[in-house]
């Protein structure tokens, strides 16, 4: 086995990977955050791959913290193993104390890693081979972050409540609206703002700019669904919270959809919003005979998790190694 840094190498792998496979979404990567590639090969075959990436805003129990990402690997642990080392080497070289992963930068981004699980992934579902975590603590990674998706299965249910909700705020001014595509800039720019307020405690938590977030959303402009993206603003019309769903196409036999993002600004007065859009959410998925709504990839501590009720569907982590 060797070492290569060829990025043509380090494109190619997941494609051969993941070849065939109906749940993997082709995509192009962004590597250009990357301070340093390393691919693994043998002979002329690709084995492991990762890129390392120092965010300045991230750091972890005030340690200087390098993130690995852009992880994909075969299940060849001694491959895992020899790209590991030599990222170790790169980062004790360079002054880093701490190594986290897998995370492509920040966690506006791609990061954990899906732990098995008999239930099939869900569009947008965080997606990578089942031995990963394997790989992971077999070369002696711990959990640093605990995370779960959710699903709700009976939709069928008294929402009386939802009425109550809808006085109480309503004698604030607050309104629900469905998100506007023919002004997409102007409510993408809302559920910026609301996300950047949100999730400034978020464990591992670093700034966004605008123009970025934009890119994150424009991709899927072509298939947003309006009805499945509620923003919730007050009297003066300015946005305070959001909830942000799609249709799960990965489900070819029953209606299900996926929540992706529940987000409220930290006000006290607005309290109970995020429980009223998640219950409006679900009547809504119900009275359109959907089967079940996923919420997904919710952190242990996150409030999401707190106010919603269902099984668990997949659980993730994400791993740190001190140097």
Known sequence: MYLSDSREDFIDLPKNLYAGDPFYTTKSED??????????????????????IYNSGLCYKNHKTLQLGFFEAENNFAAVKFLFDEIKKYAKTSGYEYIIGPINGSTWKKYRITLPSNNMPFLMDNYNKLYYAELFEGYGFETISNYTSSVTKKLDKDYSRLEKFSKIFNSKGIKIRKFNPDKFDE???????????????????????FDDFYKMYEPVKSFLNPEWILIAE???????????????????????????TLAQIPDYKYRGVGSYLTEYMHKKAFLNNYDSVIHALMHESNVSANILTGELYHEYKLYGVKL
């Open 31 to 52: 590597i250009s955050c990357c301070e340093k590639i390393f691919v693994v090969k043998e002979e002329d075959k690709i084995l492991a791959r990762a890129g390392v």
């Open 187 to 209: 409510d993408i720019r809302k559920i910026y703002d609301v996300s950047v307020k949100s999730f400034v405690n978020n464990f591992l938590y670093t700034p966004i700019g």
């Open 234 to 260: 007050n009297e003066n019309n300015s946005p305070i919270a959001f909830i942000f769903g799609f249709d799960n196409l990965f489900s070819r036999d029953k209606k299900s959809l996926v929540v992706k």
